[in-house]
């Protein structure tokens, strides 16, 4: 089973687990990568603190795509907390790969669209009001 990293991708990419609707999901989120195109949204079901349910769709790149389909494994059945710990360093841990400063946008993007659903849902705070 010595799938490598680049394979691993692009199976992510081609098959993506946990691709797309909730019917009434507690978070919805979506944004766009303005510099390449890339969308996303993203829908999750919270019950009591565990994300019980994670969907995303979306079109682009298949580092940003791959990297949605990677986190939302990486989010289904954490607590909101787990949840809201999750950082770049994870992302670029699961993709497993180099990516170019050019593409680090594309690896995030579903990063940004997991934290700002939580921050809309009123589950993570923002930045803004920690200071």
Known sequence: MSMDYREYILDHYRNPRNYG???HPTVH????NPLC????????????D?????????????I??????????MVEGKTV?????LGKEDILDALGVPISPARMKCAFL???VLHRGL?????????EEEE
Do not use: N
């Open 21 to 23: 609707k909730l019917e």
């Open 29 to 32: 989120s979506e944004d766009v």
């Open 37 to 48: 195109g890339d969308q996303l949204g993203m829908d999750l079901l919270v019950e009591g």
């Open 50 to 62: 565990h994300v019980t349910a994670i969907r995303f769709q979306g079109r682009g790149c298949a």
């Open 64 to 73: 940003s795509q791959a990297a949605a389909s990677m986190l939302s494994e």
């Open 81 to 85: 907390e787990e949840v809201v710990q």
């Open 110 to 112: 579903s990063l940004r």
């Open 119 to 127: 921050a809309i849902a009123g589950l993570e705070k923002t930045k």
